[in-house]
């Protein structure tokens, strides 16, 4: 039931603040996200050992792409846990987004400062490198889209939970498996619903 009114209110919130995201299976430009991996966006300066992910080939819960094994171990252990479980429903869980460097993280930064027109807009769909979680391999971005809806059903089970409300791929271990997911806050910028 938690599962259900938490889908419930991100498309709420989604559509009160008119995001294109509830169609879209991963985060992109102009959607209601800033450039990630997985959206299409990558830059020939930045490779695996920053954490891009290519946008061709989603990652397993066991790749040993570094932005899979940069993750905290904690994260990790949740996701294998969740994504094994999510198996047994016949869904499978790709990693679009994990770890990032400081160095990738500034230039996914400094492109949501273009597309969205201000470091203000674009705090609101990317973190600086000082705020993100990725940075620091605490939270994980998830597709396709039935694997997000998976997670935001059943990721509380695990710890795992959707963070922000403009974020549906955006998952955090940020409770006790079992436990109740915190509020999410609107968005990256901080500003909790």
Not at 45 to 53: E, L, R, T
Not at 76 to 99: F, H, K, N
Request: aromatic share 8%; hydrophobic share 45%.
């Amino acid at each position: 039931m938690i599962g259900v009114l938490v889908v419930a209110v991100s498309f709420a919130v989604a559509i009160a603040l008119g995001v294109s995201w509830i169609v879209s299976d991963s985060p992109t430009v102009g959607a209601g996200a800033a450039p990630a991996s997985g959206s299409g966006v990558e830059s020939s300066v930045f490779g695996a050992d920053d954490g891009v992910i290519p946008d061709a080939e989603p990652a397993g819960v066991d790749s040993d792409l570094p932005a899979i094994a940069r993750l905290d171990p904690a994260l990790l252990d949740a996701l294998r846990q969740a994504s094994d479980a999510a198996s047994v429903d016949g869904q499978p869980i790709e990693v679009t987004s994990g770890w990032r460097s400081v160095a990738y993280q500034e230039e996914l930064f400094a492109e949501a400062v273009v597309t969205y027109g201000s470091e203000d807009a674009a705090r609101e769909f990317v973190s600086s490198p000082t705020q993100s979680k990725h940075v620091t391999g605490e939270a994980v971005d998830i597709g396709p889209l039935d694997a997000q809806l998976w997670l935001m059903e059943h990721g509380y089970e695990y710890g795992l939970c959707q963070t922000y409300a403009n974020e549906r791929w955006h998952f955090e271990l940020a409770t006790t498996p079992g436990g109740q997911c915190p509020d999410m806050r609107m968005d990256a910028a901080g500003d909790w619903s």
